[in-house]
């Protein structure tokens, strides 16, 4: 009976993976540019944090 549950609780998953295009044989290139330009904007954001940290403690 446990078996049943599994299956069925796994047919959802999978037709919601098709319908969001994250299933197997989805175009994976968008997904790859976005997030290398969520790291380029978080490394913009932690060097403009740095940036700012050695100004303010700055010997003047």
């Known amino acids: ?10 047919f959802p998953r999978r ?6 295009g994250t299933g197997p ?10 997030d290398l330009l969520q790291s380029l904007v978080l490394l913009l954001l932690l060097a403009v944090v740095l940036a700012i ?6 010997p003047i």
């Open 25 to 34: 044989g989805s175009d994976q290139s968008g997904g790859i540019a976005k």
């Open 1 to 10: 009976m446990e078996g049943g549950m599994a299956t069925y609780e796994a």
């Open 53 to 58: 940290r050695i100004y303010v403690t700055a």
């Open 15 to 20: 037709r919601r993976q098709t319908a969001s």
